[in-house]
């Protein structure tokens, strides 16, 4: 028969372990909420922590075509080279490949409908999402809100 602290013991266990197979992974770069609100615009902060979505055709970043890398705007952490970008006619910046080891995919199953979305591995910014049907070498487009990104230019090229 199971004693009462026996049934307390592994109830809380339970309970635990629950709360660690839910937590929120852990990031180089973090910041308060109110931290996240200083550091970024309005539009940003619902793109990049809340998983919004810009309105198509409205990043200036669309036109955006010299040599250089696009960082997450949330931590400045590079994640595409412009030499994987490509026109999509999505309305928003597309990437065929991110640089190794800068973002990370999570299901989501927002509105009824089962994509990828991509997440600043360094901060967890919401970034966009990746769909099967870019370009080769990958195959791969990667759909990014450009207010999520900064365009750094590479060295000796005009700004």
């Not at 940003?44 to 960082?71: C, K, M, N, V």
């Not at 994987?84 to 009824?112: N, Q």
């Amino acid at each position: 028969m199971t004693s009462r602290r026996q049934f307390c013991f592994a109830s809380t266990a339970f309970a635990l372990s629950g709360c660690v197979a839910n937590a929120t992974p852990r990031y180089a770069v973090t910041h308060t909420v109110a931290e996240w609100h200083e550091r970024l615009t309005p539009a940003q902060y619902r793109i990049l922590r809340d998983a919004g979505t810009e309105a198509p055709w409205s990043s200036p970043l669309l036109a955006e075509h010299q040599p250089g890398r696009f960082a997450c705007a949330g931590c400045d952490t590079t994640a595409f080279d412009s030499s994987t970008k490509f026109e999509s006619g999505t309305g928003w910046p597309s990437f065929y490949r991110a640089l190794p080891g800068a973002v990370e995919e999570r299901l989501d199953t927002s509105f009824g409908v089962e994509r990828t979305a991509i997440s600043c591995a360094a901060c967890g910014g919401h970034l966009g999402h990746v769909f099967d049907d870019g370009p080769a070498p990958t195959g791969l487009r990667y759909c990014m809100n450009g207010i999520a990104l900064t365009f750094h230019p590479a060295e000796g090229s005009s700004s």
